[in-house]
């Protein structure tokens, strides 16, 4: 992959490196974050729908191979909580688990490698 981001013309960004370019979209949809800020958990997470859109760009722009990327593990299902999970189909069923950190810094890493690379 280059080193400068030429994809970004929707936020109004021709050239710059894959840092900034990964910073500029996160501020397109959330609000500016430190690198070690956490877009799944702390005090300011994004909702799931949100990071959801996002993602879809950010694999997009930064031509991104996202199969290992398990977008449950960081923004668990919620699920219908009055039905228990032995009777919902996979897509609707609760997760059971807290969600992983996603930080600014493994968004940088992963675009630069071209693929998802945290596990």
């Known amino acids: 992959m280059i080193a400068g981001i030429m ?11 894959t840092e900034d370019g990964v910073r500029a979209l996160i501020k397109k949809h959330f609000w500016e974050m430190a ?3 956490s877009l799944s958990t702390g005090q300011y997470c994004v909702l799931p729908e949100d990071a959801h859109a996002f993602f879809g760009e950010y694999f997009a722009v930064f031509n991104m191979n996202y199969s290992s990327f398990d977008f449950r593990k960081y923004f668990p299902q919620e699920g219908i909580f009055f039905l228990p999970n032995a009777i919902l189909p996979d897509y609707l069923k609760s997760d059971k688990h807290q969600p992983s950190p996603l930080t600014v810094q493994m968004l940088i890493a992963s675009a630069k490698a071209g693929r998802w690379i945290v596990d």
């Open 7 to 17: 994809r970004l013309s929707s936020i109004g960004l021709f050239m710059m490196s």
């Open 35 to 37: 690198d070690e800020d």
